[in-house]
């Protein structure tokens, strides 16, 4: 199978163009000559066939784009993860299963217990970082689309300030807790919105906060499953049962 690259760029059949810079160089990296086979994609939905071009220095790869080809790997659902951060290399970890796993976008909350602490440049460093992981994953798994990481925000301010439309829900070990395997089997909703706390969880005034805020408590059985493994199962749930 030809490396796939993601170019956040317009794609045009026939058309030369020399790659960003980021992108040369992971052609640079696999040790790719002049006439070697890509794939190209933007995010827009389906793929490009390519060609490379030429090669000059270490940064500049050029490359004819050939037909584009059509690729529908994308879930039914559309799933937005709103995650209070696990700590260290976890959430690049959990960034890159979920991208393998579908997910549309990903919204990273700073939460009562969270360990992890970002604000400022170093939050932005983050997210570009996080953004960086998401890409390499999407190109891997042979996704067209690219999930979204947005810019780390505080939960409560996150919870005010969202608009109406996803079916939410938040991952919760209350008693009054649905299965999400049922309600995923039977809800006929395109948009969902999952809610998930950090270590140890989201607190009791948090999950007060996101149920006044219309989220549905929704359980994945009776097993406490780490910050970076609920978030998953979840997503697998929805993409099994879609």
Not at 192 to 221: I, T
């Amino acid at each position: 199978m030809p490396p796939r690259l993601y170019l956040d760029a317009p794609l045009r059949e026939g058309e030369n163009i020399d790659l960003p810079t980021d992108v040369a160089r992971h052609v640079q990296v696999l040790r790719l000559q002049p006439g070697a086979p890509l794939t190209l994609f933007n995010g827009q939905g389906g793929e490009w066939a390519a060609e490379v071009l030429r090669m000059s220095g270490r940064q500049q790869v050029a490359v004819r784009i050939g037909s584009p080809q059509p690729a529908s790997r994308e879930l039914t659902r559309r799933v937005t993860l709103a995650l209070g951060m696990p700590a260290n290399e976890r959430m690049d970890a959990l960034v890159e299963k979920a991208t393998e796993l579908g997910v549309s976008a990903i919204q990273p909350l700073q939460c009562a217990r969270s360990v992890l602490k970002l604000s400022g440049e170093r939050a932005e460093r983050r997210q570009a970082h996080w953004q960086a992981v998401a890409v390499a994953a999407a190109e891997q798994s042979g996704r067209t689309q690219v999930p979204q990481v947005a810019a780390v925000r505080n939960l409560a301010d996150w919870l005010g300030r969202l608009e109406a439309g996803a079916a939410r829900h938040v991952l919760s070990l209350a008693d009054d807790a649905v299965p999400l395997a049922g309600l995923a089997a039977t809800s006929a909703a395109e948009d969902w919105l999952m809610l998930s706390g950090p270590e140890g969880g989201l607190d009791d005034a948090e999950e007060a906060l996101a149920r006044q805020r219309s989220f549905a408590p929704v359980s994945l059985g009776p097993r406490v499953l780490r910050a970076d493994t609920a978030p998953l199962a979840a997503l697998v749930l929805l993409g099994a049962l879609a």
